[in-house]
């Protein structure tokens, strides 16, 4: 079994690249990384052509196609870590970037995690482990990661919770220093997403 690390884009090679640069130095279990590019063909193949230095294209898996998804597969230079970068066929919005990849994996039955990241996100070596982890010790359908702002080095959030007087959410741990040790039985006992 595998995670499928899904990110999708649009029109941002830049912080795709650095994503998945982050992602090659990661410990951890085995994944795949799917990408999803909602800016049209011209994005697709700039996307393409910016992962080639980290890339080499897969000679053992044709390029594919599937419910208007069109996808490239390359693997990273590890040699192991498989990329699909996906061509949306059009501005999906960032959910339908995600149901896409999801619809292109319901057919294989190998994965058992999904990770979906932002393209700026630089995810810490041992992060999906650690996620991993966290997931096998409770009976939790969703778990996640602290989020770190790399301009400030604080806190946007461990989790949220809805404050229905104002209708708004509330990033619980906004503006710690990222040095900061949570309580996360505290966190999780306020936390709703």
């Known amino acids: ?83 699909f970068v996906h061509r949306a066929p059009g501005n999906l919005g960032y959910a339908g970037g995600i149901n896409a990849v999801l619809d292109h994996l319901a057919s294989d039955p190998d994965w058992d995690a999904i990770w979906i990241l932002n393209p700026d996100t630089a995810p810490e070596p041992a992060a999906l482990k650690s996620l991993k982890a966290r997931a096998a010790q409770g009976s939790y359908g969703v778990v996640g990661s602290r989020i770190v702002l790399t301009h400030n080095q604080r806190i946007q959030m461990y989790g949220g919770r809805w404050r229905r007087w104002i209708a708004r959410g509330w990033n619980i741990g906004l503006g710690e220093p990222a040095s900061a040790t949570p309580d996360i039985a505290q966190v999780e006992a306020e936390m709703q997403y």
């Open 1 to 83: 079994s595998y995670c499928a690390i899904v990110i999708v884009g649009f029109r941002c090679p830049d912080d795709i690249v650095g994503c998945v640069s982050n992602l090659r130095e990661m410990d951890g279990p085995d994944h795949t990384i799917h990408i999803c590019e909602n800016g049209g063909d011209t994005a697709f193949a700039e996307l393409c052509a910016s992962l080639r230095p980290l890339c080499e294209a897969d000679a053992s898996a044709p390029d594919l196609s599937k419910r208007g998804l069109a996808t490239r597969v390359l693997t990273l230079s590890d040699g192991k870590t498989r990329i």
